[in-house]
């Protein structure tokens, strides 16, 4: 038995009903706001105090907060470092605070009386406890009719203070639960306006098959293909810097950017200037876009791309061979780019592979990554299926491992 309840079951009859009180109003409310004015004005009238207060811990500012008061004056919103004031020392100490001359205590807090005009004489405070520790201070402040707090007071106090931290703690769970809720519903909103954006897998033979497996519940690589007028196919590959949230809504707006400029059939490279220049004015600073952006010929077979800062895309040749291709240009929406310098291959020598670094990075059992060299013999050993079978079973392999950040991979082919 806890030593709260075996005094609880020692007090009289008229502390029970105030506890049961107490335990109910916190049981039928989750709004800690109300449920703690309510429970303030009850203690001071019960402990027949002239003023109630609750102090709860910002563990961010490791400050106490007045966050409900009963009393003539309101002081609501009182800040006050832990250790200052006799309120302050109570949280610190995790030790009742009986004062029955404050005046004569060197830690009493007179600019509060000289801001409020209240002239408090004693002062009765005890922690408010949890599994986390101290989360709070209740106090009391005068008896009435000029009477001293009293060391049955300070145990009835103390008492109190239990169901009244029980329900702070519940309160603040609650809120985390709401809370977690609101920001899954955001993410699963936010995933599938990212995966609408993803371009449908097309039949073979289509030049272009891509992939894209989020690490988290929404992703920062993104790619995108798209057929011009000219017969051409447009393709984008990106990876956006850092992850979560803030990632995921600039990959949205640089798909979007990256799109709209490449249906204008513009240069690989003149494509992603143009982007970079817009983003350059709307990017949060130290954010930034590895992209490539590309055309595929499906007449002449030829592929024409500009990298910015994306990893080397690898043409595979067969039979073990591979052609690496390196950026030609910084990440997008770092610095005034003007020439992004462009790539050109003959697809009919062997497919392109387009990979973020999720793919490399992607770790075995023993935390080995898979690497380049692992890459390339997943490509090596699926090289002979068709593009869309080949990128299901090197998916497939991926599937296998655990992918630590965002996986993108992108096949251009000939099929001519």
């Not at 499906?298 to 052609?323: C, T």
Request: proline residues 5%; aromatic residues 6%.
């Amino acid at each position: 038995m806890s030593k709260a309840i075996s005094d609880a079951l020692h007090l009289p009859l008229t502390h029970l009903d105030v506890l049961a009180e107490l335990g109910q109003e916190f049981a039928q409310s989750i709004d800690i706001g109300a449920t703690l004015n309510h429970a303030v004005n009850r203690i001071a009238e019960y402990m027949d105090a002239e003023a109630a207060s609750v102090f709860l811990v910002d563990h961010q500012t490791d400050q106490l907060e007045c966050r409900a008061c009963a009393g003539p004056v309101d002081v609501t919103g009182l800040r006050m470092e832990l250790g200052q004031g006799i309120v302050g020392r109570a949280a610190k100490k995790n030790m009742c605070q009986l004062v029955r001359d404050a005046r004569a205590d060197p830690d009493f807090a007179q600019r509060v009386d000289q801001k409020t005009g209240f002239e408090t004489r004693s002062i009765l405070c005890t922690p408010l406890r949890s599994s986390r520790g101290v989360i709070g201070v209740i106090q009391v402040l005068n008896k009435r009719q000029g009477g001293l707090f009293n060391d049955s007071d300070r145990e009835t106090l103390r008492v109190l203070a239990s169901p009244t931290a029980l329900a702070i703690n519940n309160a603040e769970m609650a809120s985390d639960l709401v809370e977690q809720k609101r920001l899954r519903k955001e993410l699963f909103m936010a995933r599938r306006l990212q995966r609408s954006l993803l371009p449908k897998r097309r039949p073979d033979p289509f030049p272009v098959q891509g992939i894209n497996l989020p690490a988290r519940e929404v992703s920062g690589d993104f790619f995108d293909f798209f057929e011009l007028p000219d017969g051409r196919v447009g393709f984008v590959v990106g990876d956006v810097s850092g992850k979560g949230m803030n990632a995921a809504l600039l990959m949205v707006r640089a798909t979007s950017l990256l799109r709209w400029v490449g249906k204008s059939g513009v240069s690989p490279g003149d494509w992603l200037a143009q982007v970079n220049d817009e983003l350059l004015t709307t990017v949060t600073q130290g954010m930034f876009i590895c992209a490539v952006a590309g055309y595929v010929d499906r007449e002449s077979g030829e592929l024409v791309w500009a990298n910015a800062g994306f990893p080397p895309p690898l043409r595979h040749l067969g039979q073990g061979k591979f052609e690496e291709h390196r950026a030609g240009a910084p990440p997008l929406a770092i610095l005034e780019q003007k020439q992004f310098p462009e790539e050109r291959v003959d697809l009919s020598d062997g497919p392109v592979y387009f990979y973020s670094d999720g793919v490399t990075e992607a770790r075995s059992e023993d935390s080995v990554m898979l690497g380049e060299d692992g890459f390339r013999s997943l490509v090596d050993a699926h090289g002979p299926r068709p593009s869309k079978a080949r990128l299901g079973a090197i998916v497939s392999d991926l599937r296998r491992l655990e992918l630590c950040d965002d996986t993108t991979l992108v096949i251009v082919e000939n099929h001519q």
